[in-house]
């Protein structure tokens, strides 16, 4: 079984920085694309960033600039560094690990999601 674990979430004034992690464990032999989706109250998740196991990244227009995704394939982690932080990047934000190849097969996997609050 694979498991996602976030950290890193908070509240903060808008400006500040927060820096996201997200630690897949399990039996993995290697993950496709890990990514950043968030979602606020009221809204539907969306998607804010993605990197895959080469390293090519691909960011919403809303975060381009201020976020900057990474990720240490050696230890199936996946970082979020979000600078300039806006009241409106107010939600929780999930990972996402698509492909995720184990010895029982591949599938994608979601993490319980972690809050961040921009106050302004």
């Known amino acids: 079984q694979v498991q996602l674990v976030e950290s890193g979430g908070g509240l903060v004034q808008a400006g500040g920085s927060l820096r996201l992690s997200c630690a897949a464990s399990?039996?993995?032999?290697?993950?496709?694309?890990m990514g950043w989706y968030r979602q606020a109250p009221g809204k539907q998740r969306e998607l804010v960033a993605l990197?895959?196991?080469?390293?090519?990244?691909n960011y919403a227009d809303f975060v381009k600039g201020r976020f900057t995704i990474s990720r240490d394939n050696a230890k199936n982690t996946v970082y979020l560094q979000m600078n300039s932080l806006k009241p409106e990047d107010t939600a929780v934000y999930y990972c996402?690990?698509?492909?995720?190849?184990?010895?029982?097969?591949?599938?994608?996997?979601w993490g319980q999601g972690t809050q961040v609050t921009v106050s302004s």
């Open positions: 990197i895959s196991s080469g390293g090519s990244t």
């Open positions: 996402n690990a698509e492909r995720v190849w184990t010895t029982g097969g591949v599938r994608n996997y």
């Open positions: 399990g039996t993995i032999i290697s993950i496709d694309t």
